[in-house]
């Protein structure tokens, strides 16, 4: 099976800072990739499909980039309201795997 | 707008079955049916972890895909008559303790037996707590 491996597993950054996440499949996977941002207590919401398209009402600031392997989930100004742990998901076949996880806090 | 309600879960004894279900509602039975839907389960403290899958549409109800951790014990189905998924547990373990999510999936295309389908619309959980 493919596995998904996230980095960093957390970081801690300013507000208005610029937030990188990668993913790394250990296969080729295309551009099937999503990813999803679970706050705490809450239930995980869709913020990116197909590596790079922006979810309908997601703000702006959360851009998506990559293809084959490499894959990047960009915050261009960190705000308050995006504390969450970010998971990145393959969805070319089965099993439709999860990364590790990246928890984001404000420093 | 769509919405998933779970119910079913409870407290276990290792080695026992469960079945947990997930009511959609905010939609027509005959738009359900199209649906590819997901279980996806979070242990305490834990990430997510995909769990299975249902494809829909004409047919679609016998396509299912497992994690290999549940397969050959855990079974996904669906009542489209009710607007209900549903996911039979069987011989759980302890490490099947985790809140259990009902999620709506968008179906983006298919190759050969491979199904492209990532989760758009997530319920609130259910727990499961599997101890002896």
């Known amino acids: 099976d493919i596995q998904m491996t996230q980095s960093p597993s957390s970081l801690s950054a300013s507000v208005g800072d610029r937030v990188t996440i990668t993913c790394r499949a250990s296969?080729?996977?295309?551009?099937?990739l999503a990813w999803y941002q679970q706050k705490p207590g809450k239930v995980p919401k869709l913020l990116i499909y197909a590596a790079s398209t922006l979810q309908s009402g997601v703000p702006s600031r959360f851009s998506g980039s990559g293809s084959g392997t490499d894959f990047t989930l960009t915050i261009s100004s960190l705000q308050p309201e995006d504390v969450a742990t970010y998971y990145c998901?393959?969805?070319?076949?089965?099993?439709?795997?999860f990364g590790g996880g990246t928890k984001v806090e404000i420093k | 707008e769509v919405q998933l309600l779970e119910s079913g879960g409870a407290l276990v004894h290792p080695g026992g079955s469960l079945r947990l279900s997930c009511a959609a509602s905010g939609l027509s039975g005959l738009t359900f049916s199209t649906y590819a839907m997901s279980w996806v389960r979070q242990a305490p403290g834990k990430g997510l972890e995909w769990v299975s899958g249902i494809i829909g549409g004409d047919g679609g109800g016998s396509i299912t895909y497992y994690a290999d951790s549940v397969k050959g014990r855990f079974t996904i189905s669906r009542d489209n008559s009710k607007n209900t998924l549903y996911l039979q547990m069987n011989s759980l373990r302890a490490e099947a303790t985790a809140l259990y999510y009902c999620?709506?999936?968008?179906?983006?295309?298919?190759?050969?037996?491979?199904?492209?389908?990532?989760?758009?619309?997530w319920g609130k959980g259910t727990t499961v707590t599997v101890s002896s």
């Open positions: 296969q080729d996977i295309n551009n099937y």
């Open positions: 999620a709506k999936n968008i179906l983006t295309g298919s190759y050969s037996a491979n199904y492209y389908f990532y989760m758009d619309v």
């Open positions: 998901q393959k969805y070319n076949s089965a099993p439709h795997t």
